[in-house]
């Protein structure tokens, strides 16, 4: 999960800096984005506690 989670911060910190450099998206859209592929990234690692 450490190495996930590494790589997502490498991901939201390169989105970011594109983000400041040419603003190709709004604020939400890309806090949506970045809590999305969080999200995506840890599914496998979250328990199904449907029955």
Do not use: H, N, Q, Y
Request: aromatic fraction near 8%.
């Amino acid at each position: 999960m450490a190495a996930v989670l590494k790589s997502w911060l490498v991901f939201v910190r390169v989105l970011c800096l594109d983000w400041l450099t040419g603003e190709t998206c709004t604020r939400a859209e890309l806090r949506d984005t970045c809590a999305g592929a969080l999200l995506g990234a840890l599914r496998p690692f979250l328990r199904d506690e449907t029955p």
